[in-house]
């Protein structure tokens, strides 16, 4: 198998296992110095408001995931539930509080939202200066000519994970699962920028199989427990599965899996990101550092200000409760 692998580093005797979580954790480090240096310069911790609008499973493991994330390296981490029932414009009422609101460093809303709400109204209604996932059209814009701007940090870490890892990407037939603004289309456009030569699948693609057989790097994000399995990779592959879906674990629980049939696929693979603790724990560092970044833009051109706001409930619609979830240190 190894001959197969192209530089990989893959040992013949199994698949490796790309873990997101190390890395994750190194980040970590660097992140929390990095926001005691903040809280120490400019007075208090920055907020990353997140804003759940009704209960969706996914999102909820996830979100769980970054306020522990915002504890742990020192920020306040602040979850803004809004009922199903919020109209748009509550919504973006809402949002324009916290765009507003100068203890506010970033806002991130998750996705899904409810099928009535006009997802373009909603980005467009967050700060591109808060927008630490990179969902606003003028980061997305920024990011497809190439700019810097804040990215969409799930597509980033499925990148980042690849190249921390020592997987050369320049040059790789890689085919991308999924074409979401949020992850399959950004991640597609970062992997041209490392010079992979990129596929896009997507629901109406006719023959998933034909192509993903094609492919030296697979990155998978369609949210469809076991949509790749086995018998449709290349052996050597290697996978980057950003899936995240809630089955049965068959015991009356439920567990956590990818969009990749981990059993089938592990004998052929040179390399796979595990679920959970693969692309998902480097998706919160890196929201994290995105979040850094934006509170230093603020705080330095006086944007930025601990006092009266910072922990400060929003008020907010009928439909809207908040509760501070984080820490303010
Ligand atoms: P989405 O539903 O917005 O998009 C799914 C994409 O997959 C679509 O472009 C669709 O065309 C494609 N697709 C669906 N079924 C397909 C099929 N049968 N064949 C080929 N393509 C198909 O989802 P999303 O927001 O892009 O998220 C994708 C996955 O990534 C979900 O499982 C989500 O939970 C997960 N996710 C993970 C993280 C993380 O940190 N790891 C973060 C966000 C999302």
Same mark, same amino acid.
């Given at each position: 198998m190894s001959d197969e692998l192209d530089g990989t580093g893959i040992a013949a005797s199994g698949p490796r296992l790309l873990a997101g979580s190390p890395i994750a954790a190194e980040m970590r480090v660097g992140l929390t110095r990095d926001f005691a240096a903040f809280r120490e310069r400019w007075g208090a911790a920055p907020t990353l408001a997140i804003v759940l609008v009704g209960a969706d499973a996914p999102s909820a493991v996830y979100l769980q995931q970054i306020l522990r994330t915002c504890d742990r390296v020192g920020v306040d981490g602040r979850l803004v539930e809004i009922g199903a029932g919020v109209t748009s414009d509550a919504l973006c009422e809402e949002i324009e509080r916290l765009n507003a609101d100068p203890s506010v460093a970033g806002i991130i809303v998750q996705m899904p @939202? &409810? &099928? @009535? /709400?006009p997802l373009r109204t909603v980005i467009d209604s967050i700060d591109p200066a808060k927008d630490v996932d990179g969902i606003h059209p003028r980061n997305a814009g920024l990011l497809s000519l190439g700019y810097d701007g804040f990215l969409p940090a799930t597509a980033q870490a499925s990148v980042e994970i690849l190249k921390r890892s020592g /997987?050369?990407?320049?040059g790789k037939r890689v085919v991308v699962i999924g074409r979401s603004n949020v992850v399959g289309k950004p991640a597609a456009l970062l992997l041209m920028r490392e010079h992979g030569t990129v596929t896009v699948l997507h629901s109406?693609?006719? !023959? @998933?199989a034909h192509h993903t057989r094609d492919a030296e790097i697979l990155v998978v994000a369609a949210g469809r427990p076991g949509l790749v399995t086995g018998d449709m990779l290349m052996p050597g592959v290697v996978v980057v599965d950003v899936g995240i879906n809630v089955v049965s !674990?068959?015991?009356?629980g439920e567990k956590l899996v990818g969009d990749v049939d981990f059993e089938s696929a592990r004998d052929v693979v040179g390399a796979i990101t595990p679920v959970p603790g693969g692309v998902g724990p480097l998706t919160n560092a890196l929201l994290l550092s995105h979040l850094l970044r934006a509170a230093t833009d603020q705080a330095e051109s006086g944007r930025w200000a601990a006092g009266p706001a910072a922990g400060r409930l929003s008020g907010g619609p009928a439909a809207a409760s908040a509760r501070n979830a984080g820490t303010s240190r």
């Open positions: @939202l &409810p &099928p @009535l /709400i /997987i050369e990407i320049a109406r693609t006719r !023959d @998933l !674990d068959g015991a009356g």
